[in-house]
């Protein structure tokens, strides 16, 4: 009893939905991850996850922290209005508003292979309708993400106009910013920063977009295209 009392704990830990993104303000926390730093394997290692989510997304934070604390933003502010308003702000808040944001929902859009679901029917069709197929979506989507200059994200986004589009951002820029060239909501995307693939994949950007496929999890972003649709 003792043991299935505590492996229960341990699931409700791991499964307990992040804290909705509009409704925290400064000081910003590290969210945990909805899933062991291994469990991405073989597609994104444990040593990478443990570097990307336990470094490089705890100094976006504590980043964006201190930039509030300096007086670059209102301490009221929430995280989704500082990346709505980037372009307003010193260069401190759009990077690490941007890198908070954007790593907080990269988490959330990945699942361990077992458990990534499928693509919505109403997804698949306005895939197929926008890109043909669900493989040419993806030729495309990694496409963008390969020719991606430097440092940045490749999204699939609903757009203004209610349709599917694939973007691209530099640094840690998202379509929901102000200064973004495409805006739009995002449902998925990933991180083509080579901290998030240079320790398995060395300088092999396009091996990394191709096989990420297997831990995008496609039930949470059937339900972010749904939720961006109704906005
Ligand atoms: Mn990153």
């Given at each position: 009893m003792q043991v299935l009392t505590r492996s229960l704990?341990?699931?409700?830990?791991?499964?307990?939905?992040?804290?909705?993104?509009?409704?925290?303000?400064?000081?910003?926390?590290?969210?945990?991850?909805?899933?062991?730093?291994?469990?991405?394997?073989?597609?994104i290692s444990a040593e990478t996850m443990e570097l990307h989510h336990g470094k490089h997304h705890q100094t976006y934070v504590d980043k964006l922290n201190e930039a509030i604390e300096g007086g670059d933003a209102p301490v009221t502010a929430t995280l989704e209005e500082l990346v709505g308003a980037a372009g307003t702000y010193p260069p401190a808040i759009r990077a690490n508003a941007g890198g908070h944001w954007n790593h907080t929902f990269f988490w959330e859009t990945m699942a361990p292979a077992d458990g990534v679901g499928e693509a919505s029917a109403d997804l698949t069709s306005a895939i197929e309708t926008v890109y043909g197929s669900m493989d040419d979506f993806k030729a495309e989507f990694e496409a963008k993400g390969t020719a991606q200059f430097g440092s940045g994200w490749v999204w699939l986004i609903v757009n203004e106009a209610g349709q599917l589009e694939i973007t691209s951002t530099p640094n840690q820029d998202n379509p929901l910013m102000d200064v973004a060239e495409v805006k739009g909501t995002p449902i998925l995307g990933n991180d083509v920063w080579e901290h998030a693939y240079y320790l398995t994949y060395n300088n092999r950007r396009a091996e990394y977009l191709s096989t990420w496929w297997d831990v995008v999890n496609w039930s949470e972003v059937s339900e972010r295209y749904q939720d961006a649709l109704a906005e």
């Open positions: 704990t341990v699931a409700a830990i791991v499964f307990a939905p992040l804290p909705a993104l509009a409704q925290t303000t400064s000081p910003f926390t590290l969210p945990d991850l909805p899933y062991e730093y291994g469990a991405l394997e073989p597609a």
